[in-house]
T-cell receptor, first 112, second 116 residues
Framework: AQTVTQSQPEMSVQEAETVTLSCTYD???????LFWYKQPPSRQMILVIR??????QNATENRFSVNFQKAAKSFSLKISDSQLGDAAMYFC?????????FGPGTRLSVLP | GAGVSQSPSNKVTEKGKDVELRCDPI?????LYWYRQSLGQGLEFLIY????????KSGLPSDRFSAERTGGSVSTLTIQRTQQEDSAVYLC??????????????FGPGTRLTVT
């Protein structure tokens, strides 16, 4: 069975600095998709970024980028120029077919 | 367009009562998922629908939990004889397709259930 691990239960970053959240996963498949979701205190889950496993190029969405290492089964999220509004729970997720697996989450605090 | 909606947003019930939680997915989304999230925790998968059928019910924690989906749209999660450990936020998500593609899940705002 696929598993997703986020080894950092909590992280903090100074406003305007850069932070990296780690995620590793376990799968025997070669074709799958990876996502990072953000859940602010409002509890509304929002998609931050996605990565197709067949693409070698790392996905980027404005201040958010990923470091996708397929062989190492690693999918970290980098947030540049952190803003107060980035404070939230961040969940890494794996998808193959209808099977979605979420990691336990990392709570990110942004310090002014 | 409209996103995923859930009702009620908050529900307080007495132990032993039955509750129904509703999810309206995005129009045209064939896949629908229910998750449970305890305070400050991750998402616990409950059940997945493809159309009106539920090929994966493996996450339902007990036979007090059931779910149905009608018309390939609205879904209802029912918890019978609620217990205090059922207190959590119940999240619903929908997706364009359950089979292939990088289709992400779109989440509703959740229903916070409190069992007293």
């Amino acid at each position: 069975a696929q598993t997703v691990t986020q080894s950092q239960p909590e992280m903090s970053v100074q406003e305007a600095e850069t932070v990296t959240l780690s995620c590793t996963y376990d799968t025997s498949e070669s074709d799958y998709y990876l996502f990072w979701y953000k859940q602010p205190p409002s509890r509304q889950m929002i998609l931050v970024i996605r990565q197709e496993a067949y693409k070698q190029q790392n996905a980027t969405e404005n201040r958010f980028s990923v470091n996708f290492q397929k062989a190492a089964k690693s999918f970290s999220l980098k947030i540049s120029d952190s803003q107060l509004g980035d404070a939230a729970m961040y969940f890494c997720a794996y998808r193959r077919g209808q099977n979605f697996v979420f990691g336990p989450g990392t709570r990110l605090s942004v310090l002014p | 367009g409209a996103g995923v909606s859930q009702s009620p947003s908050n529900k307080v019930t007495e132990k032993g009562k039955d509750v129904e939680l509703r999810c309206d997915p995005i129009s045209g989304h064939t896949a629908l998922y229910w998750y449970r999230q305890s305070l400050g925790q991750g998402l616990e998968f409950l059940i997945y629908f493809q159309g009106n059928s539920a090929p994966d019910k493996s996450g339902l924690p007990s036979d007090r939990f059931s779910a149905e989906r009608t018309g390939g749209s609205v879904s209802t999660l029912t918890i019978q004889r609620t217990q205090q450990e059922d207190s959590a936020v119940y999240l619903c998500a929908s997706s364009l397709a359950g089979g292939t593609g990088s289709y992400e899940q779109y989440f509703g705002p959740g229903t916070r259930l409190t069992v007293t």
